[in-house]
C-alpha cells in the first residue's frame, strides 16, 4: 500500500504577508490545488490526514479531510523547519492511506532520506507546491519499508 506526503498548495508570498508566517493562507489558485487533491485522493482508501500546524498546510488537507469525515491530525513534526528523522519515524508506523501535508523544505529532505536507505524513485522528482510524493510501502522482517516513491504534478 502506498502513503501520500504531499506539499502544501499555493500560498500567499512570505514577503508580502504582513502577519505571523503560520497563518499564512493559501491563494485562490492553491484552493484550488487542494480541491483537485480532494478529489484524487477521496478515491483512495484514505484512513488519516495529518497536517504541520501551518494554516496553509491545514487548508491543503481540509477539503481531502471534509469528504472523507475525516479529523485532521496537526503535528509538529510536519512543521516547517523541523528535522526529518520523526518523519522517516511516522512513515513506518502510520496506516497504509496515510495523508501527510508538509512544506517544501521538510519533504526533500525525507525523500532524499529514503533514498539514501534505499527506496527506487520511479520518474522525476517534482517539488513544486501541491505536489504529491506517493510512497509504496512493504514488509521487511516485519517492519514497514518505504520501497518505491514517485511524484504526482499538483492538480488544478
Not at 19 to 25: A, F, K, N
Not at 122 to 128: K, L, V
Amino acid at each position: 500500500m502506498a502513503l501520500y506526503l504531499v506539499r502544501h498548495a499555493k500560498a500567499g508570498r512570505r514577503g508580502t504577508w504582513d502577519g505571523p508566517d503560520v497563518l499564512r493562507p493559501l491563494t485562490k489558485s492553491g484552493r484550488g490545488q487542494a480541491q483537485a487533491l480532494a478529489a484524487w485522493l477521496a478515491n483512495e482508501p484514505v484512513s488519516r490526514v495529518l497536517s504541520s500546524p501551518y494554516t496553509r498546510c491545514i487548508q491543503t488537507a481540509e477539503p481531502l479531510a471534509a469528504k472523507l469525515g475525516l479529523e485532521i491530525e496537526v503535528t509538529e513534526e510536519l512543521a516547517e523547519a523541523t528535522p526529518f528523522e520523526p518523519v522517516l519515524e511516522l512513515l513506518t508506523t502510520l496506516p497504509d492511506a496515510s495523508v501527510l501535508v508538509s512544506h517544501g523544505d521538510l519533504i526533500p529532505d525525507v525523500i532524499e532520506a529514503l533514498l539514501r536507505r534505499g527506496t527506487v524513485l520511479d520518474g522525476q522528482p517534482d517539488w513544486r507546491k501541491g505536489s504529491t510524493w506517493v510512497l509504496e510501502r512493504s514488509e521487511s522482517d516485519g517492519t514497514p519499508v518505504i520501497n518505491r516513491a514517485h511524484a504526482v504534478p499538483p492538480g488544478a
